[in-house]
């Protein structure tokens, strides 16, 4: 029987999102988890996608099969308790055996918090301690030439190579609420470090003269600076 499960995670004191030897990671926690709940069996997790160290997410997808059947109730009861409070299961149900949790996704959202104002510790793992004035009209104007379907090769992690850098943006939020700047991106998927290498683009255009248009039409990460850091940025909802 396949599940389908929505979580929710802290990725301040995950190695990330993917499974990795000998490091603590989202998918390796609720696999053990798993793991106990089958009796000993080996039970492998498919999500929507990775999370990169330290990033966060609010409505996190992801299915698996059981040849042993729970109520979901229950399921969701002890995988809750066989795992970290730095995860919390939202929600299960159970989904047609052709499912994918990466596959079938239609649209995925983003969200990336900047906190513009005076230095917060309490808020340094979830919001990005920027701490300086940005020109939010100009973020504004220059994020809707990220809209669209584009080939994203300036923003995306050369390392990490692609058959198509292509993808397509739905919609941009910009809203700043007191100290606290949000951006928000809908699209059919994002390339790695792509969020953040937007983040970081719009930041330098913000306070220079270079332009997103120039940057995207490039196709060359090289056009700009930094990637902006993980721990202002959510993995907030996917949809199939």
Same mark, same amino acid.
């Given at each position: 029987?396949?599940? $389908? =499960? ?16 000998? $490091? ?12 106990? =709940?089958?009796?000993? $069996?080996? &039970? ?13 997410? &609010? ?67 979830? =919001? ?37 850098? /292509? ?12 100290? &606290? ?13 792509? /969020? ?8 330098? /255009? ?8 120039? &940057? ?16 202002? $940025? ?7």
């Amino acid at each position: 029987m396949r599940y $389908l =499960i929505t979580f929710s995670y802290d990725g301040t004191n995950f190695s990330g999102y993917q499974k990795q030897p000998k $490091l603590r990671t989202v998918q390796g926690e609720i696999e053990d988890a798993l793991k106990k =709940i089958s009796g000993g $069996l080996d &039970i492998e997790i498919n999500s929507s996608g990775r999370t990169d160290r330290g990033v966060h997410a &609010i409505n996190q997808k992801a299915h698996f099969d059981l040849y042993k059947k729970v109520a979901l109730h229950k399921l969701k009861m002890a995988l809750n308790t066989y795992t970290n409070k730095d995860i919390y299961i939202k929600d299960i149900k159970i989904v047609d055996n052709n499912f994918h949790a990466r596959y079938m996704v239609k649209k995925k959202e983003y969200i990336y918090k900047i906190n513009i104002g005076e230095y917060n510790p309490l808020d340094r793992n979830y =919001i990005f301690q920027y701490n300086n004035k940005l020109n939010i009209i100009k973020i504004k104007k220059e994020s809707k030439y990220l809209i669209g379907t584009h080939d994203f090769s300036s923003f995306a992690n050369k390392e990490d190579k692609k058959e198509s850098y /292509v993808r397509t943006i739905y919609k941009i939020y910009v809203k700043k609420n007191k100290d &606290i700047l949000t951006i928000k991106f809908i699209g059919n998927g994002f390339l790695k470090y792509q /969020v953040r290498n937007m983040i970081g683009a719009l930041i330098e /255009v913000s306070n220079t003269n270079k332009s997103i248009k120039d &940057i995207l039409n490039q196709k060359n990460r090289k056009t700009f600076g930094k990637i902006a850091p993980p721990e202002g $940025l959510y993995l907030s909802n996917v949809e199939y």
